[in-house]
């Protein structure tokens, strides 16, 4: 079956969303938020995460060690967890959602109407997804910031920098906005068509017994 040009959006639409949620899992993972560099010790860098902090020493080994309390976490840290988690939940909801409401996917006996809000609420839920990857990513970037330029720690001290999975968080949560924003506009400017009904062999039966009964017999 050909493809229209709704069903195409859509497909860019989900394959936006599922490259999205991929980043924000693959974000949520990664221990690289933040990075910290010794003056003393150039051959040693920290890493900070959701999860653990790694002691990474070059030519020896990286060394990692879980938080042992969600509570001595700072808060930022503590809201993150809680928000990626969240845009886990709500991507991969919306993927199915979308999946199953796409103009492609057909199903025996779904209406049209019913198929274009489940592809409008996937689509919903993959900007709420991106949302909740965003927030919690930009906040960690702006306290790094804060703490970066903080005039009342002395310059001796350690700054911590940005890490690779803030630029993957945030674009994650790029790629989750505009494959969310293009199903819910595919959507909504796409026609109410409805699907074509098949007829059953059972009704193309009964035709040809109509058909013959209404030929005179010569």
């Given at each position: 079956m050909a493809w229209s040009?709704?069903?195409?959006?859509?497909?860019?639409g989900l394959l936006l969303s599922l490259l999205?949620?991929?980043?924000?899992?693959?974000?949520?993972?990664?221990?690289?938020?933040k990075t910290l560099s010794l003056d003393l010790n150039e051959m040693e860098t920290w890493i900070m995460g959701l999860w653990e902090v790694c002691v990474n020493q070059e030519e020896v080994a990286t060394v990692c060690q879980s938080f042992e309390s969600f509570?001595?976490?700072?808060?930022?840290?503590?809201?993150?967890?809680?928000?990626?988690v969240a845009s886990h939940g709500l991507g991969l909801l919306g993927l199915l959602l979308s999946g199953f409401g796409m103009e492609c996917c057909q199903f025996y006996n779904i209406r049209w109407v019913f198929k274009r809000r489940l592809c409008i609420l996937g689509g919903t839920l993959e900007a709420s997804a991106s949302a909740t990857t965003l927030f919690p990513v930009s906040w960690v970037a702006y306290t790094t910031i804060?703490?970066?330029?903080?005039?009342?720690?002395?310059?001796?001290?350690?700054?911590?920098?940005?890490?690779?999975?803030?630029?993957?968080g945030w674009a994650a949560g790029i790629f989750l906005a505009l494959g969310g924003l293009?199903?819910?506009?595919?959507?909504?400017?796409?026609?109410?068509?409805?699907?074509?009904q098949v007829a059953?062999?059972?009704?193309?039966?009964?035709?040809?017994?109509?058909?013959?009964?209404?030929?005179?017999?010569?």
């Open positions: 040009v709704l069903g195409k959006a859509q497909l860019g999205g949620w991929v980043c924000s899992c693959v974000t949520t993972a990664l221990p690289q938020w509570l001595s976490l700072p808060q930022e840290l503590q809201v993150s967890r809680i928000l990626m804060q703490d970066f330029w903080d005039d009342s720690i002395p310059e001796i001290v350690p700054r911590w920098e940005f890490g690779d999975a803030l630029y993957l293009l199903l819910i506009c595919s959507t909504c400017l796409g026609k109410d068509v409805p699907f074509p059953g062999p059972t009704a193309h039966h009964i035709m040809l017994q109509q058909r013959s009964l209404m030929t005179p017999s010569i």
